[in-house]
């Protein structure tokens, strides 16, 4: 599915804190989101289909330095299956390269597999885990990293 990929806006906000509560056991709330919209070091995309605008997704990143943290990931279930995380996943991916981090880094349930699937798929891998991180269910999260220093070398 063809998507437009644009910053967040308070506008967003309902729709992304409905998505929240859709796609997590603990959602950020309208609040948490809405004080992203401040934070220099996040960056938060949403997606929208282009001819209605209908917010489909979102994914946010927070950048420390040069590390990138990916913070949530959430597209309506209606909606999955489609390419729409591919393509948010795609835009941190690039701006990582062109930002010059040394990594990007994210939680993950172990059993949400298709986002395992997704992130492997763009280079992500194991790095750790997180014991009992999760709540309803309980659950670990796998701490799934991409690094880019030094990867220009390896690529060449």
Avoid at 14 to 25: Q, V, W
Avoid at 78 to 87: L, T, V
Avoid at 106 to 117: D, G, H, K, Q
Wanted: proline share 4%.
């Amino acid at each position: 599915m063809k998507i437009n990929v644009i910053p967040m806006t308070a506008d967003h906000l309902d729709e992304l804190a409905r998505l929240e509560k859709i796609c997590f056991s603990r959602p950020w709330s309208r609040q948490m989101l809405a004080e992203e919209l401040e934070n220099q070091c996040a960056a938060f995309l949403v997606a929208v289909e282009p001819l209605t605008e209908r917010v489909v997704g979102y994914a946010g990143v927070l950048v420390m330095a040069d590390e990138g943290y990916i913070t949530n990931v959430a597209v309506f279930p209606e909606m999955r299956r489609q390419g729409i995380a591919r393509q948010l996943l795609d835009v941190f991916v690039r701006f990582a390269k062109a930002n010059e981090l040394a990594f990007l880094t994210l939680e993950v349930r172990p059993s949400n597999t298709a986002a395992i699937a997704l992130y492997q798929g763009y280079g992500f891998t194991e790095r750790g885990r997180r014991k009992n991180y999760y709540d309803f269910p309980k659950e670990d999260a796998l701490i799934l990293t991409r690094d880019f220093k030094g990867q220009e070398e390896s690529e060449a």
